[in-house]
């Protein structure tokens, strides 16, 4: 993911969250993290996206996340 790319999706996520999400890409995956209420916005707006698509509580971050997971982390392994 570029710099443009990802000034991008994190503008659009935060817009459809409706408040400001910290995006970053990890192997091909797009995380966004920020309040529970955000991250369900965002899983409902990918609903049909299918297992691609997920919403939970990070024991680790102590934080709610959303993951979005792409084709591209494929192929740049």
């Known amino acids: ?3 443009n790319q990802q ?3 994190t503008a659009e996520w935060s817009e459809i969250a409706k408040e400001s999400m910290a995006v970053e890409e990890i192997g091909g995956t797009i995380y966004a993290y ?3 209420l955000a991250c369900l916005r965002l ?3 990918f ?3 299918g297992d691609k698509a997920k ?3 990070s024991d680790n971050l102590q934080t709610w ?3 979005l ?3 591209v982390g494929a192929a740049n392994v």
């Open 34 to 36: 920020g309040s529970e």
């Open 65 to 67: 996340f959303f993951r």
């Open 7 to 9: 000034a991008r999706t």
């Open 47 to 49: 609903r049909y996206s």
């Open 1 to 3: 993911m570029t710099i």
């Open 69 to 71: 997971e792409t084709n």
């Open 43 to 45: 899983a409902y707006k």
């Open 55 to 57: 919403s939970a509580f």
